[in-house]
Every structure is written in C-alpha cells, then in structure tokens.
C-alpha cells in the first residue's frame, strides 16, 4: 500500500544490546515524526524531521536514542545499550509539510520488549 | 485486510454546537481502541476504550465502544474554537499494532 511502513513489527531484544526500527514515511512527505507509546498511554514525541532542517531532537529522552533520516525519505530510530524501560511500541508518521494541523500519517508501530 | 473507517472526513460546525465523529473497524484480534487530538505536532491522548458499552468522560468529550457493532463514537458537547483540530481513531491489535484511521478535520467556527 502506499501508507507509512514500519519494521520490524514486534522486536524482543536482550537488555544492553542495541536496536535498529525503520520506518517508510508516504512518498513526497517532507515531515517525518517518531513517537512511542506505553501501553494505556498517550504518545509520547521523540523526534520530527522536515525536509533538510536539522531536526527536532527536543523528545528523545536519552543519549541512547537517535535518529537518521537519509536521502529526505527512510528514517531509522536507533536504540543503544537498551534497558527495560525502553519497551513500548514505537510509532513512525509522516505529513506533506510539517506545519501545524496537517494531518499525520501514522505507521502500524514496532512494538520492542527488553527482557 | 484490517481497517478503521472515520466518518466524516471533516466537519464545519459554530460554536456551542454539539458534534459525533464516528470511527468503525473491522479488525481481525481487537484489543483496544484509542482516541486522539491532533493539532499540533504531537497528538494528543484522549481515551483509550476496551470495554462494550462502557463511557469514559472527560469534560466535555466522551466515548463509548461497541464492540458488537465494531465502532465508537466521540461526543464533544458545547464545541469552542480551541476544539478545532483533527481527531484521530486507531485500533489496537493482539500484536500491539496500530491500525489508524484518516482522521476527522473539526472545525470549530466562532
């Protein structure tokens, strides 16, 4: 389809190794966002890009956690030496232009465990 | 294949007016379904419902679930402009994944 894709879908790792999720925003959508989401809980902002700004790093609640976004279009949310409070499923959107109100696009998430 | 479905797409409304969106799925393993304000950059948390026929409240809004008739609907009562956004409906599978719908526009005209 031509929706926001994210992999992998379920992801079980062991505390302190590091974890790679990828999302695929809708072609020709500059502003790309990651959030994640405890279960019960409201989504919770990590990271957004828009087009070639440098993007908004303000969420992510650790040096453990960064971001790419290559070529303007696949973004990778990277996750270093995880810990057990990092589980929660990870959700990727996309919009047009990234202004504020335009309707975003959400990808089905990743859900990570850390045992 | 699952899907939710918002209706309507967008709504036009005044003020003290009081507004339904509606959102149905048809979703294969259902866990919970989640509702959402969107207006800024990040969206909102409203409610999440996993019971039948139970109403979760706050303030002016509200929602129930249908878990026979597969849908839920969000009532928002004496509608102000700070109302105006785009709600958002996803569905919660046994999987934890999210299946979302495309949104209702709401605005709110003073």
């Known amino acids: 389809g031509a929706g926001v894709s994210q992999s992998p879908s379920n992801k079980v790792t062991e505390k302190g190794k590091d974890v790679e999720l990828r999302c695929d925003p809708i072609s020709g959508h500059t502003a790309l966002y990651w959030y994640r989401q405890s279960l019960g809980q409201g989504l919770e902002f990590l990271i957004y890009?828009?087009?070639?700004?440098?993007?908004?790093k303000s969420g992510l609640p650790s040096d453990r956690f960064s971001a790419e976004r290559t070529g303007g279009s696949v973004s990778t949310l990277t996750i270093q030496r995880t810990q057990q409070e990092d589980s929660a499923v990870y959700l990727c959107?996309?919009?047009?232009?990234?202004?504020?109100?335009?309707?975003?696009?959400f990808g089905p998430g990743t859900r990570l465990t850390v045992l | 294949e699952d899907k939710v479905v918002q209706s309507p797409l967008s709504l036009v409304v005044h003020e003290g007016d009081t507004v339904t969106l509606n959102c149905s799925y048809e979703v294969t393993n259902f866990r919970s379904l989640l509702w959402y304000k969107q207006e800024k950059k990040a969206p909102t948390f409203l409610f999440m419902l996993t019971s039948s026929g139970i109403e979760k409240k706050s303030g002016r809004l509200s929602s129930i679930l249908d878990k026979k008739e597969l849908f839920s609907i969000l009532n928002i009562t004496a509608t102000q402009t700070g109302d105006s956004a785009v709600y958002l409906c996803?569905?919660?599978?046994?999987?934890?994944?999210?299946?979302w719908g495309a949104g209702t526009k709401l605005i709110i005209k003073p």
């Open positions: 996803a569905v919660v599978d046994s999987n934890y994944q999210l299946i």
């Open positions: 959107a996309s919009s047009s232009e990234g202004l504020a109100g335009d309707t975003q696009y």
């Open positions: 890009f828009q087009g070639n700004s440098a993007p908004d």
